[in-house]
T-cell receptor, first 114, second 115 residues
């Protein structure tokens, strides 16, 4: 079983749909992250949660809404997305939010917005 | 502001050739960390190495080696005797004090190893 699991692996949605991405980590980590990877831009940090509290929102549009009910689970709720939001969304975790922490990534959700 | 540049977008080699991936970074801090991650076709980024700014010793791990040069702000990565399984996208990344917990990634270098 991989340390960080993301579901679904692929998602196609219309601009008026509401969907959620799920991430679960089995590593006992306390910090979780959402990253966006698109073809035209480097990996972009979206949100950071540490001990269930949001510690970073990297100016992400409100159509992306994160939720972290506990240290093991992280969700990204999506609504009224735009085609330019199509990308690979990666979840990651780390032991804590220390400066030198290495991240453990999931395989991502490939999102297509039609 | 912090920045990571990976000038090579794609490198194609034949198996058993060596390949070097360039990484140049910018930071105003004296304390920072540099990372390399590998992203195979399956999608997840896999941690390869972490280096802090006070440790310029080069490192070798099996067929992988890293050359950290503060004088040129570079942290290059070499794969010796490449194998097909090395085909992936490789990302260099930087964390510095000014950015807090934000990991700044380079654009990545896609390595294609042909049999």
């Amino acid at each position: 079983e991989t340390g960080v699991t993301q579901t679904p692996r692929h998602l196609v949605m219309g601009m008026t749909n509401k969907k959620s991405l799920k991430c679960e980590q089995h590593l006992g980590h306390n910090a979780m992250y959402w990253y966006k990877q698109s073809a035209k831009k480097p990996l972009e940090l979206m949100f950071v949660y540490n001990f269930k509290e949001q510690t970073e929102n990297n100016s992400v549009p409100s159509r992306f809404s994160p939720e972290c009910p506990n240290s093991s689970h992280l969700f990204l709720h999506l609504h009224t997305l735009q085609p330019e939001d199509s990308a690979l969304y990666l979840c990651a975790s780390s032991l804590g939010e220390n400066f030198d922490e290495k991240l453990f990534f999931g395989s991502g959700t490939q999102l297509s917005v039609l | 502001a912090q920045k990571v540049t990976q000038a090579q977008t794609e490198i194609s080699v034949v198996e058993k050739e060596d390949v070097t991936l360039d990484c140049v970074y910018e930071t105003r801090d004296t304390t920072y960390y540099l990372f390399w991650y590998k992203q195979p076709p399956s999608g997840e980024l896999v941690f390869l190495i972490r280096r802090n700014s006070f440790d310029e010793q080069n490192e070798i791990s099996g067929r992988y080696s890293w050359n950290f040069q503060k004088s040129t702000s570079s942290f290059n990565f070499t794969i010796t005797a490449s194998q097909v399984v090395d085909s992936a996208v490789y990302f260099c990344a930087l964390k510095d004090m000014a950015a807090g917990n934000k990991l700044t990634f380079g654009g990545g270098t896609r390595v294609l190893v042909k049999p």
